[in-house]
Each structure stands twice: as structure tokens, then as C-alpha cells.
């Protein structure tokens, strides 16, 4: 198509492209931000929270086991942002290890939990009659019971690791 504008036609080829991906995520969490600002500040935290146990070894200022006898429950300072524990170790450090074996846990836990109960789910739905009600009354018992007293009872009973706990939750 060409206009009356030899100068326009030649041009048009140099117009901006349509805003990419990164753009368009980066205008939505803007808008969210402004919308909802408890969630944005909320969102901002759990991020933090997930980049302090991933980066959390790496950015440690101590080692998290390491004591020191002459700062035994010495409140926080510039050293020492969260203080000291019993054993004079770090506090900070101490989280930043922790955060990730938490967020570990708990994510494959849910991991773990949520192919269990698809595959049950899929085994009530393919297996009707009979079949489905007894599988879905055992599913209400376990129900009715809490949940950490089942996850305390199976720890104990088999040998207290991190894998048994991520089973057990």
C-alpha cells in the first residue's frame, strides 16, 4: 500500500516493534503493585525470603555452627544483625542456612503430596462403585485425624531424616 508521502514509505519499516514478554510482565506487576499494595509488598518478602535460601550459604556472613564463647546472647549490632544465640553462633547466619532446608521441605512436600493425591484421585475415578467408597472412606479417616500427629508417629517410627520428614509431611 502505498500513501502520497514517498518519505513515509520508506519508513515504515523503522517503526518500534510491539512490546516483548518482559514488558508486558513487567506493566502487570506495576499495575498489581499500585492495585494491591499489601500483596506487592507480601510478594516482595516470600521473594526475598526464596533469594536468601537460595544465595543463603553464599551470602552468610559466619558459619552457622561455628560458636563463639564471648558473645554468648549478645543482642543484635552492626556485626551481628540478629544477635547470638546460647552458643555465641550467629543468628543471621543460622537463618539463612535454615531457609533453605525449610523451603526444601516444604516444597517437596507439596510436591510429594500433590502426586499422591492425583494419583489417588485418578484410581477413585477409573475404579468405580465399591471401590471408590472404600477408598474415599479411608481417605475421610486419615482426614479425621490431624495431620502432625500422622507425621510425628511416622518420624518416629522410622529413622528421623530430612527424606522421612518430607514423606512423612
Request: charged share 10%.
Amino acid at each position: 500500500m502505498t500513501t502520497q508521502n514517498p518519505a513515509a514509505d520508506s519508513l515504515a519499516h523503522l517503526t518500534a516493534p510491539p512490546p516483548g514478554p518482559l514488558a508486558g510482565m513487567l506493566k502487570t506487576i506495576v499495575t498489581f503493585s499500585k492495585r494491591k499494595p499489601i500483596g506487592a509488598f507480601s510478594a516482595a518478602i516470600i521473594a526475598l525470603l526464596i533469594l536468601m535460601a537460595i544465595f543463603g550459604p553464599t551470602l552468610a556472613p559466619y558459619d552457622p555452627d561455628a560458636g563463639n564463647a564471648a558473645r554468648v546472647l549478645k543482642p543484635p549490632a552492626l556485626a551481628y544483625p540478629m544477635g547470638n544465640d546460647q552458643v555465641g553462633r550467629d543468628i543471621l547466619s543460622r537463618v539463612m542456612y535454615g531457609a533453605r532446608v525449610s523451603l526444601q521441605v516444604s516444597l517437596m512436600s507439596v510436591i510429594f503430596g500433590s502426586l499422591v493425591g492425583v494419583i489417588i484421585g485418578t484410581v477413585s475415578a477409573y475404579f468405580e462403585g465399591w471401590f471408590d467408597a472404600v477408598l474415599q472412606r479411608f481417605v475421610d479417616a486419615l482426614l479425621a485425624i490431624p495431620l502432625i500427629v500422622i507425621a510425628i508417629m511416622l518420624v518416629s517410627l522410622v529413622a528421623p531424616t530430612l527424606n522421612n520428614l518430607i514423606f512423612a509431611l
